[in-house]
Structure formats: C-alpha cells, structure tokens
C-alpha cells in the first residue's frame, strides 16, 4: 500500500471516528462505546430498525402485520431501510410479549381471521425514545436517519426541533473535517482515491441541506400533525391555457 493510500485512510479514518463518538451503536478501539442517553429500565440495546419501523405505523392506526409489510412496500423501505418481511412478524411477536404492543384477533368478511395490533402507552414513549435515537445517532447512516425523519411526529415538536438543531451541529462538525482532510490530501494522492472523499462531502452536504429545509418546515408548522405537514401538490390543471393557446 502507497504512503498516500495510508494517509488516505488514516484521514478518512479520523473522520468518521470524529462523527461516532459516545454512540451507542458503534465500537470504539474494540470497546463499547457508553450510550449518548441512558435505557428506560427493560429496553434492549442497540436500537432495532424494525421496533421503530413497526410501532411507527402503528403510532398512526392499529394494523396486522401484512399491513405493516403493505406500508414498508409503498415506501420502498425494503430498499433504502432493508427491511426484510419476515422479520416484521417476528418483531410484532416480540413486542407484543414486552407490551409494547397489544394484539387481538379480527375477521373482516369472509377474509381469514387477522391478529390486529394497536400501540400501548409504553409502546408509544418507547418509539419516541428510538425516534430521537435515531435522530442523534453519531454513525449518520442513511437508514437510521432516514427513519428517524419519517417517524418524526413520535416526538413532540419541540423535542423535533431540538433533535434536529443537534444533528445540524453535528453535521456541520463533519463537514468542516472533511474539508481540512481535503485540504491535506489535495494534490497528495490519485484522483480515483481522492473521489472517495469528494463524495462523501457532496453527501454530508446534501443531508445539511435537507435538514435545513425540514427545521424550517417544523418551525413553520402550527398544527403538530402530519395532515398538516403534507407537501403541496400541483395544482390540477383547468385548459384555460390551452384554450388560451388556441
């Protein structure tokens, strides 16, 4: 290996290490790394992607588990999250012996008889515990964050906000480490291996600016209720311009 690629992944290295301090979900020279917020007395470490995935579209209505894998197909989940089918069931099982979730069975015509799970109290505030979690997780991957974004209103709106300024600042943080380490290895190494850090600047950097528009977004939303967070559509079309054209 060239001294470059060393000083190469040596820099690159330090800046991901910069962005993983106290997380919970990352190892730190072989030894665990001590969570950023303490567990609720009974909750599991590290966080599952699946618990939040499954009580987030349970936080909006009650649903059996086909449903919830219908959800995680609508919203590709299975791509940009991996979130594997068969796992939603095992996880519904596991949350419902942890009340988490309660379960009942019901029938809707002459469809086969469904077990229905509705989202308990301690269900709710553990969801909104994953939620921030997921929010300030110091790794920054794009399936954890990303369904931190998507499951956003588990928290209060000023709890939303605080989280989001928290992930800005440490966005910010890695950026400007990502800069100095371009700076240093500018001119130093191939531009095939300088690529690698050149992408990954052009990444943190789109992430800030989808984060900038969703505080700004929070910030501007009166009824904390995702009705009312909807995205405008276009709007329809009436033909005056094309008879206008004519």
């Known amino acids: 290996m060239s001294i470059e690629q ?6 690159l290295q330090a800046v991901y290490d910069n962005s993983r301090k106290d997380t919970s979900l990352n190892q730190i020279k072989g030894k665990a790394a001590k969570p950023r917020m303490p567990l ?3 909750e599991r470490a590290p966080m599952s992607k699946y618990e939040l995935v499954v009580m987030g579209f349970l936080l909006d209505r009650p649903m059996h588990g086909y449903q919830i894998n219908q959800q995680v197909k609508v919203h590709r989940m299975d ?10 069931y095992k996880t519904l099982a596991a949350l419902d012996q942890e009340g988490m979730v309660v379960s ?14 509705r989202l308990t109290q301690r269900g709710r505030e553990r969801l909104a515990r994953l939620v921030e979690r997921s929010l300030l997780d110091k790794n920054i991957t794009y399936d954890l964050s990303n369904l ?3 499951f956003i209103f588990a928290l209060d ?19 400007r480490s990502l800069e ?12 095939n291996r300088f690529l690698v850090l050149e992408k990954d600047y052009d990444r943190f950097q789109s992430e800030l600016r989808h984060l900038d528009d969703m505080i700004q977004k929070v910030e501007g939303c009166d009824d904390w209720d995702q009705e009312a967070f909807l995205e405008p559509g276009p709007m329809p079309s009436t033909g005056e311009g094309e008879r206008e054209g004519r």
Not at 157 to 175: F, I, V, W
Request: hydrophobic letters at 35%.
């Open 6 to 11: 060393k000083m190469l992944d040596k820099g």
């Open 40 to 42: 609720a007395r009974g």
């Open 79 to 88: 791509s940009w999250a991996k979130i594997s089918p068969p796992m939603i």
């Open 104 to 117: 009942r069975r019901e029938r809707e015509g002459l469809m086969p008889e469904r077990r229905v799970y």
């Open 148 to 150: 931190g974004y998507f």
């Open 157 to 175: 709106k000023d709890k939303a906000l605080d989280c989001l300024r928290q992930k800005r600042g440490l966005l910010q943080r890695t950026l």
């Open 180 to 191: 100095k380490r371009m700076a240093d290895f500018r001119g130093k190494t191939p531009a």
